[in-house]
């Protein structure tokens, strides 16, 4: 059983930046793929950058060149750097890590941008 746990969300105005950390339970050495997610209200949850065991990345198309995700295997952490940040990403963010067969997700963190 792996228990993620999101934090760093908040209010931020237009062009500021958040870094939100997502801290595992356990080792994640071994966990292939790690990835951030959002949700907006009345939409869809989407994909906005996951990262493998190797490090090798992929990206929403709206958020690339502004966000940077990472992992620290030691600290059994994963990081999404939000930088330049536009109302339109204000959603709630989760962390979502699949181990084999088996797929976590964290409780989510709000993140809202608004002058």
């Known amino acids: 059983q792996v228990q993620l746990v999101e934090s760093g969300g908040g209010l931020v105005q237009p062009g500021g930046s958040l870094r939100l950390s997502c801290a595992a339970s356990v080792s994640i050495f071994s966990i292939n793929a790690m990835g951030w997610y959002r949700q907006a209200p009345g939409k869809q949850r989407e994909l906005v950058a996951a990262i493998g065991s190797g490090s090798v990345t992929n990206y929403a198309d709206s958020v690339k060149d502004r966000f940077t995700i990472s992992r620290d295997n030691a600290k059994r952490a994963m990081y999404l750097q939000m930088n330049s940040l536009k109302p339109e990403d204000t959603a709630v963010y989760y962390c979502?890590?699949?181990?084999?067969?088996?797929?976590?997700w964290g409780p989510g963190t709000q993140v809202t941008v608004s002058s």
């Open positions: 979502r890590a699949i181990a084999g067969s088996y797929d976590y």
